[in-house]
């Protein structure tokens, strides 16, 4: 799998997802300033709630850019057999139910998910409980997995 088209497909998400939100904020912050939000009575709160939701439109706008900063940055690097997943590994996993799984290790963008080369694939994060597991891991090793009250065991089939 071509990690540089990976990434192109990921910041495409990103930059898609980031049009989405600078519209939700543009039309969050013009609701918290039009003046029907201004309040009628010591009760009515639409104004506040307004702005709540302008500042956390633009949080996660700023989330986002950061994002988008550190996937033009990145420099994507083949693993080998011998090499332990790092930053940057394209993982792919196979649970107890013989369920494959993709997994690439980012920097940020944690919980994200595409489609790329008909998989699907979930960025996840080294500070993500798999990502913790799957840090400095090789291909053909075990894991262990806390879900539920339940450990569930991962095989790690491959590193690219």
């Known amino acids: ?17 980031r049009d989405v939100l600078l519209r939700s904020a543009e039309a969050a912050f013009q609701a ?3 003046e029907e939000s201004i309040a009628e009575n010591k009760y009515d ?6 702005s ?8 996660r706008l700023a989330d986002v850019a950061q994002d988008i900063d550190i996937f033009t940055r990145m420099k994507p690097r083949d693993f080998g057999k011998e090499d332990a997943i790092s930053l940057g590994a394209l993982v792919e996993v196979m649970d107890e139910q013989e369920v494959r799984q993709w997994f690439f290790l980012a920097p940020r963008a944690g919980g994200f998910k595409l489609e790329y080369a008909q998989r699907n694939v979930s960025i996840i994060t080294p500070r993500s409980p798999l990502g913790e597991q799957l840090m400095g891991a090789y291909a053909g090793d075990i894991i262990e997995l806390r879900k539920r009250n339940k450990i569930v065991e991962y095989e790690i089939l491959s590193v690219v």
């Open 52 to 59: 709540y939701l302008a500042a956390g439109q633009s949080k």
């Open 1 to 17: 799998m071509d990690k540089w088209k990976l990434l192109d497909a990921i910041l495409l998400q990103l930059h898609e997802n």
């Open 45 to 50: 709160t639409r104004g506040l709630e307004a």
């Open 32 to 34: 918290a300033t039009h």
